[in-house]
């Protein structure tokens, strides 16, 4: 058997207070080809160096507790100071207080590639090294490209505005059920806009609606197209909050389902959770009126907002959408699992159907198939793709579906998903 390609990474800092741990830390380093290891024992000394280092190191190992300036300390200053280099954090206290501080370090905008308990191991450590392909920075999160109001609008009239489809999959047996549409738009020159950018400059701008209907009948078309050719799949579509004080957006909905020839059960339209303070009547009355006319309704990124207990109790959904916070690593999170087993056990017993978000590892997989989960959505499974690519995906997912099926011995111990 050959030996482990070595992690692509040129140099790193580790700080730590304790010159044994550092040790170990760089032997560690040095195993999976890291060449160049830089020490520091406190936040003091690593922020005092970083600036004679050039190039700046590609990674950094941070210990919790360390006297003079400690981990979740140097975060901060790491963030105030816009240094936005790679980070792991490590602690010998329990896990609980380790994930926290990797939530803060991610709420600061920091690359937190993941938080290991100590003593590290070789393969713990190049485990969580392989996060780094994913990892976008600040930098890139906060790039704006040259686009505005005038620019959207040509594009969303000369079709620049394209949808790409995730597959979203049976936890139980790994069959394909549906796809999520999602709008992405090609600039002729500038290349891809992120949505992050356009759909706000859409809602800011009063042209949410005309590009959420052009979305909606190039979704539709599509799914039409499929289901012509034997492709049966369920499509979920996004609804910005602003669209739901529109009255007319029921007849506008229901005309483009009837023109594609779909049935409305075949199609969810996801809100997410905190999108309904504003003219609240008429935004219930909205979607009571889609959920009549048979459309799925979804509650998406549930778990984000602060009413999730009372948007359940008032609107007719028919689908739970977790956000991938309380998924993604879930299996190593105590607390996470239990949060989310909680809102399983909720929805399955509310007779909802469940949605995963950002499932990335067969372990949390697994997890989710022995909590009762219905669909999973994510890297795992795949990333959105152009509509071109959905039939040969399908086609080729299915030599999948013995790897992502549940285990005969774990099917009757699960928990009915509804």
Known sequence: MSAPAPIPIASVLIVDDSVTQRTFSATLCRRLGIATVYEAGNGREALALLPTLAPQPCLMIIDLEMPTMDGPELLHQLQLRGID????????????????????????????????????REETLR??????????????????????????????????????????????TGIARGVEALARWQHPTLGWVPPSQFVPLAEQNGLIHELTIAVMNEAMLQTASWEARGLHLSLAINLSPL????????????????????AAEQVTLEVTESSLVKQLGVALGVLARLRMRGFGLSIDDYGTGFSSMQQLARIPFTEL?????????????????VILRSALEMANDLGLVTVAEGVETS??????????????QGWLIARAMAAGDVAPWVKAHRARRNELRMPASAESAAPSSG
Request: hydrophobic share 40%; proline share 4%; net charge neutral.
């Open 321 to 337: 959408k977790i956000d991938r916070s309380f998924v993604h690593g879930a299996h190593e999170r105590e607390n996470l699992q």
């Open 363 to 376: 372990q949390d997989w697994r997890l989710l198939q022995e909590f009762g989960c219905t669909l999973g």
């Open 85 to 120: 280099i790679p980070i792991i954090v490590g602690s010998s206290h329990g896990r609980v207080l380790i994930d926290s501080v990797h939530a803060m370090g991610s709420v600061l905008g920091l690359q937190v590639l993941g938080a290991i308990q100590k003593p590290l």
């Open 127 to 172: 485990a969580t090294l392989q996060n780094l392909g994913n990892v976008v920075t600040p930098r890139q999160r906060g790039k704006e490209l040259p686009v505005d109001a005038a620019a959207l609008r040509e594009a969303i009239d000369s079709g620049q505005i394209h949808v790409h489809y995730q597959p979203k999959v049976d936890i139980r």
């Open 243 to 262: 669209l739901l004080e529109r009255s007319d957006l029921v007849q506008e909905i229901s005309a483009l389902q009837q023109c594609h020839g779909l």
